[in-house]
Antibody, heavy 125, light 108 residues
Framework: EVQVVESGGGLVQPGGSLRLSCEPSGFILSSYEMIWVRQAPGKGLEWVSY????????YYADSVKGRFTISRDNARNSVYLQMNSLRAEDTAVYHC??????????????????WGQGTLVTVSS | DIQMTQSPSSVSASVGDRVTITCRASQGISNWLAWYQQKPGKAPKLLIY???TLQSGVPSRFSGSGSGTDFTLTISSLQPEDFATYYC??????????FGQGTRLEIK
């Protein structure tokens, strides 16, 4: 089964740091671009970050730029999101997702499948 | 940024009903649009991409249409497992993607 599983969430104080991990199974991670999306409690979906299949290209939402860093280790089959200088407004469930078409088999990019169930990050004192 | 606006925000319907959800982009996005289904506490699930392409394994009662700025998701005959929240997402500016605010589909 093709899936991704996130881990690393928890309770952290404002200004603190946390590192999230995303581990895929059922597909070759190195072939795919990966994305983090977050969902604040009771709210909608917000794109956070993107990393190319090689890891050489990354992008961030303005709301996290300069504070979050996305990375990947294809040999260890993992994608990471290092979150620093956390704020209360970063409180959310963080989902990892695969870009469906980047591994081939369909045209264009930007379709996310599968998504992980997410890991909850709570920023509070 | 491209803003995505869904309507309605919520809708009540019965099993067997036909339901249509609309998504409007703040500027033209060609067919760079996807639809997702999310149930409480679960991961979003890709239903349709490129505006009208059904993702593998998704029932044929789901369909999508539209191009440019106006898009629709139609469920032809609601089943009990379809009650969920639905999101549209534009990929025109991938990887900087944006989502609609969601449409909650409830049982009448």
């Amino acid at each position: 089964e093709v899936q991704v599983v996130e881990s690393g969430g928890g309770l952290v104080q404002p200004g603190g740091s946390l590192r999230l991990s995303c581990e895929p199974s059922g597909f070759i991670l190195s072939s795919y671009e990966m994305i983090w999306v977050r969902q604040a409690p009771g709210k909608g979906l917000e794109w956070v970050s993107y990393i190319s299949s090689s890891g050489r290209t990354t992008y961030y939402a303005d709301s996290v730029k300069g504070r979050f860093t996305i990375s990947r280790d294809n040999a260890r089959n993992s994608v990471y999101l290092q979150m620093n200088s956390l704020r209360a407004e970063d409180t959310a469930v963080y989902h990892c997702a695969r870009d469906l078409c980047s591994g081939g088999g369909c045209n264009s990019g930007g379709w996310l499948d599968p998504w992980g169930q997410g890991t909850l990050v709570t920023v509070s004192s | 940024d491209i803003q995505m606006t869904q309507s309605p925000s919520s809708v009540s319907a019965s099993v067997g009903d036909r339901v249509t959800i609309t998504c409007r982009a703040s500027q033209g996005i060609s067919n760079w649009l996807a639809w997702y289904q999310q149930k409480p506490g679960k991961a979003p699930k890709l239903l349709i991409y490129a505006a009208s392409t059904l993702q593998s394994g998704v029932p044929s009662r789901f369909s999508g249409s539209g191009s440019g700025t106006d898009f629709t998701l139609t469920i032809s005959s609601l089943q009990p497992e379809d009650f969920a929240t639905y999101y549209c997402q534009q990929a025109h500016t991938f990887p900087s993607i944006t989502f609609g605010q969601g449409t909650r589909l409830e049982i009448k």
